[in-house]
């Protein structure tokens, strides 16, 4: 990790907000959007995994409790949320541990992981970062490890000339699958999808190293 602090977008997109993001996950039915994902995932007892810009840590808070066996990590670049992500860890009795890192320069050794998880993250970051950060996640996992992302889909809806969110124009299924491709992954897909009323509409990727 660099010792410079680096621009990032917080979990709630201003620093501010962050006392918001438990009460908003809950209201967007963000857990049950989380539990897709890790069906998808399908971590094992002994995996070593990583969540790429975890936030608050709750998708991590789920994992530890489906999986007591695994061997958990997360990164963000938000001191802030990392110490809430601590504190939900050491409330919940679950071994977790958090680093302040970046995503495309990630503390781990090469093919050291099973499973990479990202959760609404990959939007918050600008094109030539969202590769790097591909190829970060193809050297720190091991051969046949898998990544499985979700993220919000900006695909233009019928009646609109594109997605509001100026982050998310252009943000497509197809443009993600991309970028997991230029990062060296393979086997990319898209293994899901669905709609929320609050967190609007969302999609799951899976790739392998």
């Known amino acids: 990790m660099t010792g410079a602090v680096r621009p990032y977008i917080p979990a709630m997109g201003r620093h501010w907000m962050l006392f918001l993001y438990d009460p ?11 539990g897709q994902l890790l069906d998808h995932a399908a971590v094992q007892p002994g995996h070593r995994v990583l969540e790429v810009g975890c936030g608050p840590g ?11 066996g695994a061997d958990l990590m997360g990164i963000d670049p938000d ?11 050491a409330r919940r009795g679950l071994a977790v541990h958090f680093t302040l890192a970046y995503a495309d320069e990630l503390p781990l050794p ?5 499973r990479v998880l990202s959760s609404y993250m990959l939007h918050h970051l ?5 590769v790097a950060a591909m190829r970060e996640i193809r050297r720190i996992l091991r051969p046949g490890g898998e990544l ?5 889909d900006g695909t233009p809806r019928p009646g609109t000339r594109g997605h509001r969110h100026p982050r998310l124009a252009g943000h497509t299924p197809e443009r993600i699958q991309a970028v997991m ?12 999808h669905g709609s929320r009323r609050i967190a609007g509409h969302y999609s799951f990727f899976r790739a392998v190293a």
């Open 58 to 68: 709750d998708l991590l808070m789920q994992l530890g409790r489906r999986v007591p």
């Open 79 to 89: 001191p802030a949320a990392l110490r809430k992500a601590r504190r939900k860890a």
């Open 181 to 192: 491709r230029q990062g060296g992954l393979t086997e990319v897909s898209q293994t899901g």
């Open 24 to 34: 908003f996950t809950r209201a967007a039915g963000i857990s049950q959007v989380h």
């Open 110 to 114: 090469d093919d050291s992981l099973d």
């Open 148 to 152: 499985h992302l979700l993220d919000a």
């Open 126 to 130: 600008d094109e030539e970062p969202q």
